[in-house]
């Protein structure tokens, strides 16, 4: 069965830990997101990836951190210089890649909640 | 203006009546649409693409409408399994990445 898992489904913290956000597609696909959801508010992207080793800041970057070692993975770590990260995480995939904007895909996303 | 505007709702419905969202876009140079279904505290999943022709799929059918902005979802005949929210999604122009709307929350009863 193709698709995109994310793990932990629930994830706790206490404030000042970092936390990482495991995101795995074998979809085959090139472009990778992370994107951030609050209630009562739209998605909004943090990192995106479009080739391994390569990737760019999204709208609200600041206090996230993403690697892209492998085509399958885009690990997310929230460090504990983001204010509040408490949040609704998704990670999505998509076959476009450079300049192209295809249907994305998502995982079942992580709750974070930190205290 | 915002890049992708929608009505939030409810829209309360009644099974089997017909119902109809708009969405507005900013960018005019954007091309690609999409229609996307978001159930209470789950991912987005993809409802359906948005062609300059109109498309349809079974009860829904999509439109967009390139001189004044917008794109629409038709759900005709209305199940409670419709119940959800609808996000509206339009590409970044310039950008490999997507926009998506805030939704409009769709609740059909009995």
């Known amino acids: 069965d193709g698709g995109i898992t994310q793990s932990p489904k629930y994830l706790f913290r206490k404030e000042g830990q970092n936390v990482t956000l495991s995101c795995e597609q074998n979809l085959n696909h090139d472009a990778m997101y992370w994107y951030r959801q609050d209630p009562g508010q739209g998605l909004r992207l943090i990192y995106y990836?479009?080739?391994?080793?390569?990737?760019q800041k999204g709208d609200i970057a600041e206090g996230y951190s993403v690697s892209r070692e492998k085509k399958e993975s885009f690990p997310l770590t929230v460090t504990s210089a983001q204010k509040n990260p408490t949040a609704f995480y998704l990670c999505?995939?998509?076959?476009?890649?450079?300049?192209?904007?295809?249907?994305?895909?998502f995982g079942p996303g992580t709750r974070l909640t930190v205290t | 203006r915002k890049e992708v505007e929608q009505d939030p709702g409810p829209f309360n419905v009644p099974e089997g009546a017909t119902v109809a969202f708009n969405c507005t876009y900013s960018?005019?140079?954007?091309?690609?649409f999409f229609w996307y279904r978001q159930d209470c505290r789950k991912e987005p999943k993809l409802l359906m693409s948005v062609y300059s022709s109109g498309n349809e799929d079974g009860r829904f059918t999509a439109q967009l409408n390139r001189a004044s902005q917008y794109i629409s979802l038709l759900i005709r005949d209305s199940k409670l399994s419709d119940s959800a929210t609808y996000l509206c999604?339009?590409?970044?122009?310039?950008?490999?990445?997507?926009?998506f709307g805030k939704g409009t929350m769709l609740l059909v009863s009995p």
């Open positions: 999604v339009v590409n970044r122009v310039g950008y490999s990445t997507l926009t």
């Open positions: 990836s479009q080739i391994v080793n390569d990737f």
């Open positions: 960018n005019s140079a954007s091309q690609s």
């Open positions: 999505a995939s998509s076959s476009g890649g450079v300049s192209s904007s295809y249907e994305q895909y």
